[in-house]
């Protein structure tokens, strides 16, 4: 276990201990920074700039920075907007890592 990972394994022991508003709220950032990754990895891995994403989806640039930070978390039709030009789309998966208790 490296030390990231100790970190990630006591922010969740931290939030077990403050109770079942903290532990809401942790699974709420993670959601929002996975997505953030997420569309960060599509833009990048299909080689465009945030620039070119904002002029093919009609999403203003500051808005794709925004939503890539993870300050903001978008609109399910933003993300539809911002993932096609990248031969993406949202999607339910099964989750296989383990929840925060």
């Known amino acids: 276990m490296n030390d990231f990972d100790r970190l990630i394994d006591e922010i969740?022991?931290?939030a077990v201990a403050e109770?079942?508003?903290a532990v809401a709220e942790l699974r709420a950032l993670d959601a929002r920074f996975?997505?953030?990754a997420e569309l960060l990895a599509a833009r990048t891995s299909a080689h465009m700039s945030q620039k070119e994403l904002a002029a093919r989806?009609?999403?203003q640039q500051a808005e794709i920075s925004k939503i890539e930070r993870g300050e903001?978390?978008?609109k399910i039709s933003t993300m539809d907007r911002l993932l096609?030009?990248?031969g993406r789309?949202?999607?339910v998966i099964e989750?296989?890592?383990p929840a925060v208790a």
């Open 95 to 97: 989750d296989h890592e």
């Open 84 to 86: 096609a030009p990248l």
């Open 89 to 91: 789309r949202l999607a």
């Open 72 to 74: 903001v978390i978008p």
């Open 57 to 59: 989806s009609g999403v």
């Open 34 to 36: 996975r997505l953030a």
């Open 19 to 21: 109770g079942p508003a």
């Open 12 to 14: 969740e022991q931290d």
